[in-house]
């Protein structure tokens, strides 16, 4: 029987919602798996909404995360505050700058940030029962402090890797591709675009990421 993993998502586009090809990646990566994946989103205004043509914020215009994200989900999607951590074998987190602004609020905040109460309840409950997540791009920075002593990655940005050690983590510099996995608190990361990147170094990085991932499972 395929094992079911949790997918989260924050939006749709990387200046203010999900990274679609890091979204996409994980999604193909899992399924090639032979894994069942389910998607989940908080169901919320989106901090704000940035226009991906000229880089500038629509001051004027509202998204809702949980609608945006299920055009990346083909709208089958969840809203996250209705997760059960018993149904899901693990977790994994897509980046883009939609995990700090909208799953939490990093972008702003930096190491005092909080993480929305929903998206919070959910990665905790794998926590709890000891089932692996995997966090992609950014992302890192959502799950950091809910954990004991991370050891995790978001590459070379040396600034946003000095924040995650004030969140109470251990960073390791990585480059495309490479993944760091802290075994004892079954957490997998890679950096994506948090590089330099094109699309195959996304998926190798989600792909190398997801085979991982599974293999934590039983671990």
Not at 98 to 120: Q, W
Not at 142 to 147: E, K, P
């Amino acid at each position: 029987m395929s094992v079911k993993v949790a997918v989260i998502l924050s939006g749709c586009g990387f200046l203010d919602g999900a990274e679609i090809h890091e979204a996409v990646m994980t999604l193909y990566a899992l399924q090639k798996l032979g894994a069942k994946t389910y998607c989940f989103a908080p169901d919320i205004d989106q901090r704000d909404v940035v226009n991906h043509l000229t880089g500038e914020i629509a001051r004027n215009e509202k998204r809702n995360v949980l609608v945006e994200s299920a055009r990346i989900a083909r709208g089958q999607i969840q809203d996250i505050a209705a997760f059960d951590p018993e149904q899901f074998a693990a977790m994994a987190l897509p980046g883009g700058f939609g995990a700090a602004k909208n799953l939490s609020s990093f972008a702003v905040d930096g190491a005092a940030c909080i993480i929305n109460p929903d998206v919070e309840n959910a990665i905790k409950g794998m926590i709890k029962r000891n089932k692996p997540v995997a966090a992609l791009c950014i992302s890192p920075a959502v799950v950091a402090r809910l954990y004991t002593s991370p050891t995790l990655t978001i590459g070379q940005d040396v600034e946003t890797a000095s924040t995650l050690v004030a969140m109470g983590a251990r960073h390791e510099t990585t480059g495309h591709g490479e993944v760091v996995v802290d075994r004892a608190n079954k957490l997998v990361t890679t950096p994506c675009y948090m590089l330099d990147a094109t699309v195959p170094d996304i998926a190798s990085g989600a792909e190398n990421a997801m085979e991982v991932l599974l293999t934590l499972i039983d671990d």
